[in-house]
T-cell receptor, first 113, second 118 residues
Framework: DQQVKQNSPSLSVQEGRISILNCDYTNSMFDYFLWYKKYPAEGPTFLISISSIKDKNEDGRFTVFLNKSAKHLSLHIVPSQPGDSAVYFCAATYKNYGQNFVFGPGTRLSVLP | GAVVSQHPSWVICKSGTSVKIECRSLDFQATTMFWYRQFPKQSLMLMATSNEGSKATYEQGVEKDKFLINHASLTLSTLTVTSAHPEDSSFYIC??????????????FGSGTQLSVL
């Protein structure tokens, strides 16, 4: 049973436009969410996170939105750049689960020049 | 940022042999390290949590005698796939958490090891 879902395995966006990556979760205990970015042959690197007490967190071109009632979060990248092309993983955890993050399957973003 | 080194990045072995994968935190101490496995187009699946100086905690369905984990120091954890078989072929990746870090603190990942068992 997949607790964290990323239903789009891939996404293509034109350079300069907005990229929106979606993530859904089923476990209502999750209270902390993270996005990781992974380039080929490298480990995932942390991108941005959000606590369940917030509904939005912004860091430069990256914004994460959280809709707790819908158990849905999204990552917005504006403007998208070719260097953003990577696999993006959504991850979730809760207070007592600490750093045992549950990962989604990832979405491969391709930003076309 | 913190660096986690994972070695080797790629290994091909014959069925029945054992393979050791190392995970090192290079510039910080990691009380806890995690080992994951990823099959193509699937999630990173947590296999076990490795705590320095104590036995690893394995996730349900992961054979602890098959996947031996040793976390002998605050900077090194090893995963040994014993008597590897073709079905063990997968991408293995480790992550490390800063010692003394808060719960939910972000993890730092190694670059992964692609294991192919012939």
């Amino acid at each position: 049973d997949q607790q964290v879902k990323q239903n789009s395995p891939s996404l293509s966006v034109q350079e300069g436009r907005i990229s929106i990556l979606n993530c859904d979760y089923t476990n209502s205990m999750f209270d902390y969410f993270l996005w990781y970015k992974k380039y080929p042959a490298e480990g995932p690197t942390f991108l941005i996170s959000i606590s369940s007490i917030k509904d939005k967190n912004e860091d430069g071109r990256f914004t994460v939105f959280l809709n707790k009632s819908a158990k849905h979060l999204s990552l917005h990248i504006v403007p998208s750049q070719p260097g953003d092309s990577a696999v993006y993983f959504c991850a979730a955890t809760y207070k007592n689960y600490g750093q045992n993050f549950v990962f989604g399957p990832g979405t491969r973003l391709s930003v076309l020049p | 940022g913190a660096v986690v080194s994972q070695h080797p990045s790629w290994v091909i072995c014959k069925s029945g042999t054992s393979v050791k994968i190392e995970c090192r935190s290079l510039d910080f101490q990691a009380t806890t390290m995690f080992w994951y496995r990823q099959f193509p187009k699937q999630s990173l699946m947590l296999m076990a949590t490795s705590n320095e100086g104590s036995k690893a905690t394995y996730e349900q369905g992961v054979e602890k005698d098959k996947f031996l984990i040793n976390h002998a120091s605050l900077t090194l954890s090893t995963l040994t796939v014993t008597s590897a078989h073709p079905e063990d072929s997968s991408f293995y990746i480790c992550s490390a958490a800063l010692a003394g870090g808060r719960a939910n603190e972000k993890l730092f990942f190694g670059s992964g090891t692609q294991l192919s068992v012939l």
